[in-house]
């Protein structure tokens, strides 16, 4: 099977080299993975996965202009097939004009994980072992689960002489959660995405959970609140930092998208965000990224000043910037309050949105509240519907975080987020 793998690799290589494209880049990806189907806790199917592909972007060069064009070519192509597809991005890369870029050229990670074989046996165990152990009631329960173990090898290639390779771990738990109370059931969703399995962690959030569909069957309208405290300590929280992350994407600042510059004051002064190349427990823990740039270890942001953009070669270029790299992992710290300590006072913590977003361009927030709890006068309310919205920009100069951090997959950041003033729309005035 090697021979074969590495005969189709070869052949698409050749066909590249021949096909009069100015410059290429290859992708070759394998996932071998488990996945087990339960119901309730009892197994219902397990089937593995084994499935390789490539991806492949052609370019062409027209004057100070670059044209590009990808495809997904199956790795069962034949030569005859490959060679169509390939002189069809040449085709369409012809009518391509972005301002003129150079690819990726070899250079050394400055760490790199030892390749080594992923034990699927052992990981898949360790979830199922998980699941098992959550603390179910007979009014709370695991509906149903499914979880996916994968091995990924993926290799790039491209034609100025890169070819590196990065095996990594990547595993997601989708589960949904019941909840029932006087004939009333209600269902939670959760997709957790990481590397390998976190026991600890996975019990930890599947617990909550249950805790949350439980108090959703009990809760009363939200309240008109005009303006209040909220506070943000589940996954939407990811958003918060995302936004500024994004900030500093060389596409967003090129495009106009974000007018952030180096040396401006862009977050609370007690932030620090770095783009880190190995973070415990991340999907994406390699040493290279999608063009075959060494992932290093960068400062983003340096208490609350924007110190480094980050992003792909071609944008970074259009910056003036020598190197750069597509980040993989991104760490928040700086917080100097407890989590109990962001917890005092009246304030409405929302831990369930029907959906929850920060827009890019103008920062706006914008959720449908699913579940909150409002506390006010000393009184611990579960409420349901309305919105919150508020201006992120405007908000985030009154931002508090925790010193204690809870990491989503590729994210480590503050546990606990308290935003000022924002605007808690009731479910009377809907």
Excluded at 48 to 72: I, M, N, P, Q, T
Excluded at 161 to 167: E, F, L, N, P, R
Excluded at 177 to 193: F, P, Q, S, T
Excluded at 300 to 309: E, P, Q
Aim: aromatic share 8%.
């Amino acid at each position: 099977m090697a021979d074969m793998n590495n005969a189709a690799l070869d052949t698409l290589l050749n066909v590249l080299k021949t096909s009069g494209a100015d410059a290429w880049e290859v992708t070759d990806e394998e996932e071998k993975g488990w996945e087990f189907y339960f119901i309730r806790h009892s197994l219902d199917q397990h089937r593995v996965k084994d499935v390789r592909s490539f991806s492949v972007s052609v370019y062409k060069k027209f004057d100070d202009c670059l044209g590009r064009a990808e495809a997904s070519i199956p790795s069962d192509a034949s030569e005859e097939e490959m060679r169509r597809i390939v002189n069809g991005l040449c085709s369409d890369a012809s009518y391509v004009r972005n301002p003129f870029y150079t690819l990726n050229t070899p250079s050394a990670a400055e760490t790199e994980t030892k390749a080594e074989k992923i034990d699927l046996e052992s990981i898949s165990g360790d979830f199922i072992k998980a699941l098992a152990s959550v603390p179910e009631t007979e009014t709370e329960d695991l509906n149903s689960y499914e979880i996916f173990v994968s091995e990924i090898r993926r290799r790039f290639l491209n034609s100025n002489g890169i070819d590196v390779t990065s095996v990594y771990p990547s595993s997601m738990v989708e589960a949904v959660v019941n909840a029932r109370k006087d004939g009333h059931e209600i269902e939670l969703y959760r997709m957790l995405k990481s590397g390998t399995c976190d026991r600890a962690q996975l019990t930890a959030d599947l617990t909550e959970a249950l805790t949350y569909g439980r108090d959703r069957l009990v809760t009363v309208p939200t309240p008109a609140l005009e303006k209040m405290d909220v506070v943000f300590a589940t996954d939407p929280s990811v958003e918060l930092y995302r936004f500024f992350a994004s900030k500093l994407f060389t596409s967003v600042v090129y495009r106009g998208m974000s007018d952030w510059k180096i040396g401006d004051m862009v977050a609370p002064k007690n932030m620090t965000m770095r783009a880190v190349r190995s973070l415990s427990n991340s999907s994406r823990n390699f040493a290279y990224d999608e063009e075959g740039a060494p992932i290093r270890d960068l400062t983003l942001i340096d208490h609350g000043k924007a110190v480094s953009y980050m992003g792909s070669r071609q944008f970074a270029q259009y910056l003036g910037m020598d190197s750069s790299f597509i980040a993989s992992n991104i760490v928040v710290d700086g917080g100097t309050e407890s989590a109990a300590d962001l917890r005092t006072g009246d304030f409405l913590e929302v831990v369930e949105f029907s959906d929850f977003q920060v827009d890019l361009i103008t920062g706006d927030i914008a959720g449908e509240i699913r579940l909150a709890y409002l506390h006010q006068g000393g009184k611990v309310t579960p409420v349901c519907g309305g919105s919150v919205s508020g201006s992120f920009p405007e908000l985030s100069k009154t931002m508090r975080f925790s010193k204690e951090s809870r990491q989503y997959n590729t994210m480590l950041i503050p546990s606990v987020t308290r935003l000022q003033g924002v605007t808690v729309t009731g479910i009377e005035n809907d």
